[in-house]
């Protein structure tokens, strides 16, 4: 009798063995299957485009801006002062084309009437030209001055959530200096790495299923975006030379690609990085069936 259990057990395992070997190799070639997935991010790296130091940080870590909202406030002191004195030096320089032009139109006059000469006449239009050109230079520094003093104002270009976010009230920030980052949930994307052996079946727009390590026992749908056609393994210099593989082991090990799942359905609480497995769904429901398995052991491991 134990000699029957024994034998019937071994039978149901044995079969039960061959099955799931026929599914991954399925699986690998008709709806290829992943536990390698991360979440990405493509974070906003919000800088400043004039130095100064920080006089106002107006915005906290985590908080929901908006497009155009003010982030932080440099001290405008010394802008303020390059403006003034760039307004000045265009009504300085304005005056000055003014009177030369009242200079010209008289030398014309005179000219007209044959008591200035033509050196005189060519004379006053070359200084009506000098200030014109000294009134365009002095209004462009103008501008350039009131685009600094605006840029002291440091606004967010994008719609997301404030993160990484470590300047104070009082330090020093140059151009070259990263202020904060900006996080929008619409912009995730998942980098998947399937088996080579997959790569027909992994189509532009293809259905997929996502199980997020982080939400065991849900399902969320999704679809392949792009397949990326170079990896780093594959992508050689202009200027090396060949490389040769020595390969000693009688099977090899199988070449993984990158694909770019974009989520249909994601949780509102997700972090980049997190870790997710991917399948791409078929016409019979097995990868629906095989993915609900996975998330319900997403409560083990």
Known sequence: MKRDIYAYLTSVVLFLAIAF???????DNEIPFTTQARLKIAPLNISTEVSG???????????????????????????????????????????????????????????ESASASKEQLDEATANKQTK?????????DLKTAQRNLQLTQIVATKAGTVTNLTYQEGMY??????????????????????????????????AVNIVFDA??????????????????????????LAQVEEETRWIRPQQKIRVRIQTDQAPTLLVAGSRASVMVRDDYHVADIWM??????????
């Open 132 to 140: 014109a050109a000294t009134l365009q230079a002095a209004k462009a």
């Open 21 to 27: 070997s026929i599914f991954l190799v399925i699986s």
């Open 215 to 240: 939400y065991p026992n849900q399902v969320f749908l999704g679809h392949i975006r792009s397949v990326d056609p170079a990896i780093s393994t594959g992508a050689e210099q202009v200027t090396s």
């Open 53 to 111: 130091h920080i006089e106002k940080v107006l915005v906290k870590e985590g908080e929901q801006v908006t497009v155009g909202q003010p982030l932080f406030e440099l001290d405008s002191s010394q802008y303020s002062l390059a403006a003034e004195k760039a307004q000045a030096n265009v009504l300085l320089a304005q005056g000055q084309w003014q009177q030369a032009d009242r200079y010209l139109a008289r030398i014309q006059s005179l000219y």
């Open 173 to 206: 920030v140059t151009p070259s200096d990263t202020l904060v980052h900006i996080v929008n949930q619409q912009d995730l994307w998942i980098a998947a790495d399937f088996t080579e052996k997959g790569l027909p079946a992994l189509t532009k727009g293809r």
């Open 292 to 301: 609900t398995i996975l998330s319900w052991m997403r409560y083990i491991y």
